[in-house]
């Protein structure tokens, strides 16, 4: 089966408050699930970071609605590509707070500490979705 991996990141408008994550996890999680969509999200206060993986249709359609949230702005596609196979298939949407363990990935990937999405290169950035993924495969699921 063909899948698209969509990685984009952008910058998160003053319409973003850090308290609601936990609500848009819950939501993305939901339609995720039932639009077959897998992936990982990544964020703090100044963007995100974020993979998509399933049909092209709903990668696409669920791409739109980012495109349309008042809490993105300066959305950028960092890598569109078609696969065999899923990176992040084991959740509809995984997430990793940002903590040392972030920052520390973030160093080896990047050079630096600071989580600055819409300043990676799109290997860089499935780099550190990648290093994510087995982060939060390492950790008890109530903590992610």
Known sequence: MSY????????ATTAFKPSSVRS?????RRNNQQNSITG???FNQQGF?????GGRAMVNQTFQHILNDPRHENVEI???????SREFGAWNMGYLQNN???RDLLLRNTGVEDFLPLSLAPEQALAILRDIRDII???????T
């Open 24 to 28: 848009i996890l819950q939501v993305a």
């Open 78 to 84: 960092l890598s569109y590509d078609y696969t065999s």
């Open 100 to 102: 040392q363990a972030m």
């Open 49 to 53: 970071l974020q993979c998509l993986e």
């Open 4 to 11: 698209v991996r969509l990685i984009y990141a952008s910058r």
């Open 137 to 143: 495969n390492s950790i008890p699921e109530e903590e």
């Open 40 to 42: 990982l999200l990544c």
